[in-house]
């Protein structure tokens, strides 16, 4: 099993909706969550960290976390094309109290209809 | 300047040759992290420096590739002999201090290796 799985998509939404955005990982024990957008034929960039359980918001991005389901959310409400880009999970591993080594998903390519 | 910046931006090496590629991270930055994205997937670490010390090199797939970072501050990361699968896109990245939780992380745009 991989330790972070996304569905890979691709996820295509129309202009205004709610584009939702799902992640599992597999170590329990985890404490940081990260969303990352990743445009094509660009670099990693973060959009979203999470700590807690319950959600946090930052404009129009809404993340999700549920350490007992072991599942992390990005919503994205009010969609615009701009947005259209894969969205990578990442979460770092947790070997030996280590903090720095990021495990990312597969990503979801997102697509946003005008 | 600002960003985490990567050299060449492009390279195309003929099966068996030696290749290095360069990160210039964001200045200051203690970290630098070297990741491995194939077509299609998400990056996969390959090793850590903390200042000019590997502290992590368990991602490297074989010998051949070897990363250094004499100086604490730029990083090459080189692979010899070349193989087809190989070919990726090889991202640096580079963050204030040691842990994940509260620091982000910048990226570089990547250096693109296609092996004929």
């Known amino acids: 099993q991989k330790e972070v799985e996304q569905n890979s998509g691709p996820l295509s939404v129309p202009e205004g909706a709610i584009a939702s955005l799902n992640c599992t990982y597999s170590d329990r024990g985890s404490q940081s969550f990260f969303w990352y957008r990743q445009y094509s034929g660009k670099s990693p960039e973060l959009i979203m960290s999470i700590y807690s359980n319950g959600d946090k918001e930052d404009g129009r991005f809404t993340a999700q976390l549920n350490k007992a389901s072991q599942y992390v959310s990005l919503l994205i409400r009010d969609s615009q094309p701009s947005d259209s880009a894969t969205y990578l999970c990442a979460v770092p591993l947790n070997s030996g109290g280590s903090n720095y080594k990021l495990t990312f998903g597969k990503g979801t390519l997102l697509t946003v209809n005008p | 300047g600002a960003g985490v910046s990567q050299s060449p931006r492009y390279k195309v090496a003929k099966r068996g040759q030696d290749v290095a590629l360069r990160c210039d991270p964001i200045?200051?930055?203690?970290?630098l992290f070297w990741y491995q994205q194939a077509l299609g997937q998400g990056p996969e670490f390959l090793t850590y420096?903390?200042?000019?010390?590997?502290?992590?090199k368990s991602g490297l797939p074989s010998d051949r590739f070897f990363a250094e970072r004499p100086e604490g501050s730029v990083s090459t990361l080189k692979i010899q002999r070349t193989q087809q699968e190989d070919s990726a896109v090889y991202l640096c990245a580079s963050s204030l201090r040691l842990s994940v939780s509260g620091n982000t992380i910048y990226f570089g745009e990547g250096s693109w290796l296609t092996v004929v």
């Open positions: 420096f903390q200042n000019e010390a590997q502290l992590d």
């Open positions: 200045s200051g930055h203690v970290s």
